[in-house]
């Protein structure tokens, strides 16, 4: 009985909190005078003279803006999907291996962009990605978990710039897996042109943290209420280019707080986007079987895991990943990698479960990814 009384409290307090959140929000955290006119106004191309809460400088926002040479060959006329990848500025490999991958897919018109914060003396480094791959956004934003909210930010206010025409754009960490075939099918099914819409893995009822030790810590002094409004978690979001056009003029309306998920989420409620909660977006990470019918799986932090179940997904359809100018960045990375994987993360040989078949696999993955002319490994290092 005490449990029931227990939860029937929380809903009853989550209910209240959320009433205040409706009737306060415009006074703490968001100035919008005309929903409906401001939504008309985006629409329409034009100009707002509201009185922001956040005024976004974009000439000061970029280190890197590659928007100029992002769309200059013809598979950018009409994107039928665009990946905004927020990354670590220290994961070369993990780029690396999602150009390799997921974002590289040649089945659909697709486009992948890394959005990257800087940290003190690795600009030469980012420089050379950048002007390879062309693929990268620098903020002018330390890369600490307490910006990370600015790369959803400053990627919307990029996006909603720059001259490119896409189906649906899906916001992505690069510590997953996307199967992207499977995630422009649920778009294409859930997802309408004109529809201000998120889809993704929705979180109904998420408490605000007032435990000072825990890192999704916040005061009571940027965030009053005790519940945050639904949100789609930030790790993966699928939408399209008419929510990120209004989301893109809300985040100047909209109080930042560092709780990037919860922050968007406010965001979205101000401006009424619909959140979808869908069951193929994985909040945790998966086994095989189950990731081929997914669209997206967290648990890829390990550049190596990322490779290896990427093969084994499209190992039916022959597909292989190319080891063609292999860049040495992804390499070194793998090399480290391989250091620390124990022997659960080993897939065996489906005709060898010993543990030689074991070792004799992941020699295979790692001679596959590791040979191109100007990076060979020597087999020795595995012995």
């Known amino acids: 009985m005490s449990l029931f009384v227990s939860d029937i409290n929380v809903n009853l307090l989550y209910s209240v909190d959320m009433l205040c959140f409706s009737v306060l929000h415009q006074d703490s955290f968001v100035r919008f005078p005309n929903i409906k006119k401001l939504v008309f106004d985006v629409d329409h191309r034009k100009i707002l003279n509201n009185k922001v809460v956040c005024d976004f400088k974009q000439n000061d926002m970029f280190l890197i803006n590659p928007s100029e040479l992002l769309c200059n060959d013809s598979n950018c006329g009409s994107l039928q999907m665009l990946f905004i990848v927020k990354s670590y500025v220290l994961n070369f490999g993990q780029r690396e291996a999602i150009r390799r991958t997921w974002g590289g897919m040649t089945k659909l018109r697709s486009k ?17 990605e950048s002007a390879k791959h062309k693929d990268i956004v620098q903020l002018n934003k330390y890369d600490q978990y307490q910006n990370v909210v600015y790369k959803t930010i ?6 909603s710039n720059i001259n490119i025409t896409v189906q649906f754009i899906h916001f992505v960490d690069d510590d997953r897996l996307i199967v992207p075939l499977n995630m422009y099918n649920v778009a294409i ?33 940027d965030y009053p209420f005790d519940f945050y409004p639904p949100y789609i978690i930030g790790g993966t979001i ?24 919860a922050y968007i989420g406010i965001v979205a409620n101000s401006i009424n986007v619909k959140l979808k909660h869908h069951a ?18 967290p648990g890829y932090e390990t550049t190596y895991i990322l490779l290896r179940d990427w093969q084994l997904l ?9 080891s063609e100018n292999f860049d040495c960045s992804l390499m070194i990375c793998l090399l480290r990698n391989l250091a620390d994987i124990t022997i659960d993360d080993i897939h065996p040989d489906p005709n060898n479960k010993t543990d030689g ?9 790692r001679n596959q990814y590791a040979h191109p002319t100007d990076c060979t490994m020597a087999d020795e290092i595995l012995k």
């Open 238 to 261: 699928l939408t399209n280019q008419k929510t990120v056009r209004m989301l893109a003029v809300a985040v100047a309306y909209t109080k930042v707080i560092r709780i990037e998920d």
């Open 314 to 322: 499209h190992v039916e359809s022959n597909s292989t990943v190319s």
């Open 357 to 365: 078949g074991n070792l004799s696999r992941l020699k295979y993955f």
């Open 154 to 159: 400053y990627a919307l206010l990029w996006l």
């Open 112 to 128: 992948t962009v890394f959005i990257i914060g800087y940290l003190d003396g690795i600009d030469y480094l980012v420089n050379l």
């Open 280 to 297: 193929a977006f994985f909040a945790y990470k998966q086994n095989l079987t189950s990731l081929r019918n997914s669209v997206s799986s």
């Open 189 to 221: 099914q859930n997802v309408e042109s004109t529809d201000l819409i998120m889809l993704g893995y929705m979180i109904n009822r998420s408490e605000t943290v007032r435990d000072k030790s825990w890192k999704t810590y916040i005061s009571p002094e």
